[in-house]
């Protein structure tokens, strides 16, 4: 496997590591949005969210808070946005499943720029019945 993240776990490429647990590592992204941008990773190889163990979820998402809390008190970030791309289609260009911890401050330049959909009459319903079906 060719994976960039893969070899970064496995020290075969550096990182400016900040948080490293049994199941997790978390480091500088090269390519901040703002500077402080944390990427959290679980050391196995997983291609989204739905495929990783919950050891290793759990284990991310304690990292991503406390990541979250020092981009606050060190960084003096004014707020933080947690995001997850799973899948190309969804903007994953590294195929290793990653969260992104990345500090906000309110003269940044980051704005996000979905569209809102609204359902047809009915729809809503329909959509809440098949997820609730899949679970």
Same mark, same amino acid.
């Given at each position: 496997?060719?994976?960039?993240?893969?070899?970064?776990?496995?020290?075969?490429?550096?990182?400016?590591?900040?948080?490293?647990?049994?199941?997790?590592?978390?480091?500088?992204?090269?390519?901040?949005?703002?500077?402080?941008?944390?990427?959290?990773?679980?050391?196995?190889?997983?291609?989204?969210?739905?495929?990783?163990?919950?050891?290793?979820?759990?284990?991310?998402?304690?990292?991503?808070?406390?990541?979250?809390?020092?981009?606050?008190?060190?960084?003096?970030?004014?707020?933080?946005?947690? !995001?997850?791309?799973?899948?190309?289609?969804?903007?994953?260009?590294?195929?290793?499943?990653? !969260?992104?911890?990345?500090?906000?401050?309110?003269?940044?330049?980051?704005?996000?720029?979905?569209?809102? !959909?609204?359902?047809?009459?009915?729809?809503?319903?329909?959509?809440?019945?098949?997820?609730?079906?899949? !679970?």
């Amino acid at each position: 496997m060719d994976c960039i993240f893969c070899k970064i776990v496995k020290g075969e490429l550096p990182c400016e590591k900040v948080l490293e647990t049994e199941n997790v590592l978390a480091f500088m992204d090269l390519y901040p949005v703002n500077k402080g941008h944390v990427l959290v990773i679980p050391k196995k190889h997983y291609f989204r969210l739905d495929e990783i163990d919950n050891p290793s979820l759990h284990q991310m998402i304690e990292a991503a808070q406390r990541i979250a809390s020092a981009q606050v008190y060190a960084l003096s970030a004014e707020g933080y946005n947690l !995001l997850m791309n799973n899948g190309e289609v969804a903007g994953q260009e590294i195929l290793h499943a990653h !969260l992104h911890v990345i500090p906000r401050f309110s003269n940044d330049q980051m704005r996000f720029g979905w569209r809102h !959909l609204e359902y047809s009459e009915g729809e809503l319903a329909q959509y809440g019945q098949r997820l609730r079906e899949s !679970l």
